[in-house]
Structure formats: structure tokens, C-alpha cells
């Protein structure tokens, strides 16, 4: 038929799938002009090619097919002109994710290449860090188990998913029993903020400061003799211990299944 085409003619012309034509003619979006009621094959004609191109491109900016659909019903420049703007709202947002989630790869990145670094493993050093923010929660911490559930408590009070707690969470032990010698529990969970908004009563800020460190192959279970390691460092250079520990598996079973690659640190401000 002259000026018709069929609908594989069409998906060809415009590089479209079939199933998609089928779809957008059974939800009413796009209807082909003619359908042959002998064989049921539909049938497209040029003066609808506009209407696909319109489809085509307001689908490229990430409208909803009933966004679209509504435009198709009341096209109009105030209409057009209201939706785009509406959509370059959206799209602004969608950037600012894509930012914060480019930012938590690199963040990700830089933590790894930190911890890999195997010639300073087991060695005490003072480093100092600038003022960093966390969402702290007091919880007394005894096994994995509470540790999991700690998390799980974080997670609900910060009302954040899941995914944004991985390689960011620590623990503490207080200042109180780190004089005491007292490593077998944590006081408290931690988690670093990455540009995530959360309430101001579960925010502490972690002086900026010199901190004795150690990075070392294990997991919190491995720490207590750490951290007898650094209490006699800081006792023989006459430091006092500033604040709470701070205590980051830095490489664990979320990146790796080899026990031999997992590497925490612990660090402790001094006065």
C-alpha cells in the first residue's frame, strides 16, 4: 500500500524494537493507522513519523511514557514548555546523584589504595587527619552478631539503605576503658558521611589532630593486641590519649573472600 508501512518496515526505518511498536499500541501511545483485518498486520503511515520522533526524543530525556502521552493529547507550546522545564529539574537531580555516587566510588577507590599499602602494615605512625564528620551511635558491641544488629540500628536511625553503609561503618572503644585496658567490647558504632543529610543529634565531629595509627591483616577480632601495641607507644612518647578509638575494617568479606587481603586500622587521638 502506498504510503504504508509495516511495522517491521517501521522498527527498521527508526531503529525501534517490534515489541516495543506492540507496546506503545496496546497502551494507546502510539497506534498504528491501519490494521488488516484478514492477516492483523499493522500498518504505519509517513504523516505519523512525526509522532514517533516526538515519542523518540522526549523518551531520550527520560519522560514516562505517560508524560508523554499526556503531551501527545494536549500538545502546545505552554505544555511543552512546562514539561521540559519540569524535566530539567529532574535531570539537575539526576546529576547531583550520579556526583554523589562518582564521589563514593573514588572515596571507595582511595580507602582500598590506602589499605593496600602492605609496607606499613603492623607499624605505628602518627598521621594527622583533618576534622571529619560521623553518624554515632552508642551501643555496647560484643560479637559480630551485635555488631550486625548495631548496623542494622544505625541504618534505621539514620533512615538510610543499606547500600550506603558499606566500607563506611567503625566502632569505638571509650577513652574511659581504653586507659583501662579493656578491649574485648566496643562502646559505640560509627558510620562516615559522605555528603548524606542526617539529623544533627546523631552527628560528632572527629577533631582534626594527630592520631597513632596501625593498619594490620585481620578483622575486629584481631585488634585487642593492637591496641596494646599502641598504648605502650603513646605511653613511651608521654602522649595522652585524646578521644574514643577509632577502629575501620577497611578490607573485609565485601570485597574479598581471602582472609589474608582483609586489613583494619586503628586509630587514637593524642594529646
Known sequence: MKDLFTIGELSRLFNINIKTLRYYDEINLFKPIFVDRMNSYRYYSTEQFEQLNTIIYLKALG??????????????????????NKQREITKEKIKELQRIEKKIENRLSQINYAIQCSSLD??????????????????????????LSIRNLENNTNKSASIFNGKVGVSISKAKLKSRIFEEYDSIFLFTEGEEYSDKLLKVLPKGIYITIRFNGTHKDSPKYYYKLLKYIEEKGYAIGDDSIEITLIDFGLTTKRSEFITEIQILIE
Open 63 to 84: 519522560m514516562s511514557l505517560n508524560t508523554i502521552s499526556f503531551h501527545l493529547n494536549k500538545r502546545g507550546i505552554d505544555n511543552i514548555t512546562e514539561l521540559l
Open 123 to 148: 607499624m605505628v605512625q602518627e598521621l594527622k587527619f583533618n576534622e571529619r564528620t560521623v553518624v554515632l551511635l552508642k551501643q555496647r558491641i560484643k560479637s559480630d552478631r551485635d555488631l550486625e
